[in-house]
């Protein structure tokens, strides 16, 4: 599957960035400033985690990144993306929630056909499509099933079938494993890299697990809340692939105990709320 090379982990800079966000803010309507002046570029092909504490924004970031909500100030651009006739850039991006929020009356296929079938395509014309988004996670065997018949490993994982039926170059991943035990965690996240290495895509993950973004991560972007913003953008610069042996490596608890004190000193920049 992966070749014996390892798969870069620094991003090429002369590159131009797959997404930019240059001086985001947000202000809910309530009075909330949730984001302040967040700059971040990130490049086709980085595993980005945007780890803080909660309430720091994360969510409200990946929702403007996704479209799924508006900056009050500032703009994301998608250099390297397509663009409509009026200018709005059309990058190719699934999102995949903390919740599987699966329709508990459909079955497996039915789920993961809906974004297809959302675009007008036939249960017929695409049941390729799913049945492979399903192998890619390992439930090709549960097409008929339904949710309540899985476990939430299981679910979790047929959300994010659903999200990979479209064929997308960009994943973003809003703590998707937060609620799964560790041993479905450390499992989901092994999948999820083995399928990274193999397509290529670029992650944006969202946690407030040192141990997970360390894990999976070329770069790390720690927030501080109160206003939202980044305090600290280290690379992870440990090889891929990374399996089990990884957890144990003097390098992998190197990037903790420094991503652990990041996280730390952007918690104590609010002691004095
Ligand atoms: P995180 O995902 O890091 O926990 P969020 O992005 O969900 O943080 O929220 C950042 C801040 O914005 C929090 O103070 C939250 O209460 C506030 N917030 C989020 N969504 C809304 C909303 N729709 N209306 C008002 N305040 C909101
Ligand atoms: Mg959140």
Not at 43 to 67: D, Y
Not at 87 to 97: H, N
Not at 223 to 243: L, T
Request: hydrophobic share 45%; charged share 20%; net charge negative.
């Amino acid at each position: 599957m992966t070749s014996a090379t390892a798969h870069p982990y620094a991003p090429d800079l002369s590159m131009k960035p797959l997404v930019s966000l240059g001086g985001i803010s947000k202000v809910f309507s309530n009075g909330t400033t949730a984001l302040q002046n967040m700059n971040l570029d990130i490049r086709q092909g980085e595993f980005v985690s945007l780890l803080g504490p909660s309430g720091c924004g994360k969510s409200t970031v990946l929702r403007i990144i996704a479209g799924l909500g508006e900056p009050t100030t500032g703009a994301v651009e998608w250099p390297t993306s397509d663009h409509d006739a009026s200018g709005k850039a059309l990058p190719e991006i699934s999102f995949v929630f903390q919740e599987p929020t699966l329709m508990p009356w459909a079955t497996v296929f039915n789920n993961v056909w809906l974004p297809l079938r959302l675009k007008g395509i036939s249960k017929a014309a695409a049941r390729d499509q799913v049945l492979e988004a399903l192998a890619m996670v390992g439930l090709d065997k549960f097409s008929e099933a339904y949710p309540r018949e899985l476990s939430g490993g299981m679910k979790m994982r047929v959300s994010i079938a659903r999200a990979l039926v479209t064929r997308p170059k960009i994943l973003l991943m809003d703590e998707p494993f937060a609620a799964l035990d560790e041993i479905t965690r450390f499992k989901l996240n092994n999948d999820l890299l083995h399928l990274w290495e193999q397509f290529g895509w670029t992650v944006i993950f969202v946690t407030h697990s040192v141990f997970e973004s360390v894990y999976l991560s070329s770069r790390i972007v720690v927030m501080a809340a109160r206003p939202g913003r980044v305090v600290n953008d280290m690379p992870v610069e440990a090889p891929y692939p990374r399996d089990d042996a990884f957890r144990t490596s003097a390098i992998y608890n190197d990037y903790c105990r420094e991503a652990s004190a990041a996280l730390h000193a952007a918690m104590e920049a609010n002691d004095h709320l």
